[in-house]
């Protein structure tokens, strides 16, 4: 099996089946910078989980949880504070929540919940299929504002994050 490709003029579809996440072979990591833009900050989720289906037309279901408790930046401090109320607030909001709305071979799109925010997810995609594998990478920016991680200074932090997902899934047998 080859890669899957963009969509042409007369549609390309993801291959059809129930798929799961294989976290062993998977990263959602993330970017972003403080202090004046001058400091890296780079981190990574170490716990998630995820589903998707693709029916034989081509429509797709899916949802993917990250445990927000599960962030690492490598700085224990860091970590307590990114897990605390002034950003994910572990507590009260455990898991970040993906639901997939619409996806292609090039594009992915639903909706991305952060404590208690819901915020509109349109990115681009890459597709590829192989060994009964499908592995899907996307990038996105997420605004620290709208996701309700109030913690943003300005110059302390920048007001974005980049979130590098890259997850491969594995069928699910029937």
């Known amino acids: ?4 490709e963009a969509p042409s003029a007369a549609g390309t579809q993801l291959p059809h089946g129930d798929w799961r996440v294989d976290q062993s072979q998977s990263n ?10 001058l400091i890296p900050v780079r981190g990574r989720f ?15 279901s899916g949802q993917m949880q990250i445990h927000a408790a599960s962030i690492t930046t490598g700085m224990k401090n860091r970590d307590e504070h990114l897990r605390a109320a002034d950003f994910f ?15 292609t071979p090039s594009e992915i799109n639903g909706s991305l919940r952060i404590r208690d925010k819901s915020l509109a997810i349109a990115a681009p995609a ?3 299929e192989e060994n009964g594998r499908l592995r899907i990478q996307t990038e996105l920016v997420i605004d620290h ?7 943003t200074r300005t ?19 029937s």
């Open 126 to 128: 890459k597709v590829t």
């Open 89 to 103: 607030h572990v507590d009260s909001f455990p898991l970040l929540v993906f639901t997939l709305s619409a996806f």
């Open 46 to 60: 170490e716990r998630f989980d995820g589903k998707l289906s693709v029916d034989p037309s081509g429509a797709s």
């Open 155 to 173: 110059g302390i932090v920048r007001s974005t994050v980049a979130a590098e997902i890259d997850i491969v899934l594995r069928r699910i047998d």
């Open 145 to 151: 504002g709208a996701a309700g991680l109030g913690w």
């Open 1 to 4: 099996m080859g890669a899957v």
């Open 28 to 37: 959602v990591v993330f970017r972003t910078r403080k202090l004046f833009g």
